[in-house]
């Protein structure tokens, strides 16, 4: 048997079934995968993350508009849903700021 066959990743992929839940790692790298292949922004942080009884739950900041300076920049979260295996059902932009301000609307923002 050769490494590669006794990594558990690969073993997931042998056994198939409902048991083959991927790492939280793994639904964070896919998350943001998925999201900047949709919008074409790349992901620059993760900023919540939980599961759900459908699968995940994230809310990813992007760059949206680059400005200079940087703190005048453009962000926005969005909030992605992924199933139990990691694949995006769903996405929505839920606020747009910009980068050098606090958000006084969420707690601890002023």
Known sequence: MT?????PKSSRQRQGGADDMPSPMEVLRQARAQLAE???MAAETVSSFERTEDGWALEIEVLELARVPD?????ASYQVDLDQQGQLTGYRRV???????????????R
Do not use: V
């Open 3 to 7: 490494d590669s066959q006794n990594s």
């Open 71 to 75: 703190t005048m920049s453009l962000m």
């Open 95 to 109: 606020r747009r700021y910009e980068r050098g301000r606090s958000d006084a609307r969420r707690p601890g923002g």
């Open 38 to 40: 949709l919008t074409g």
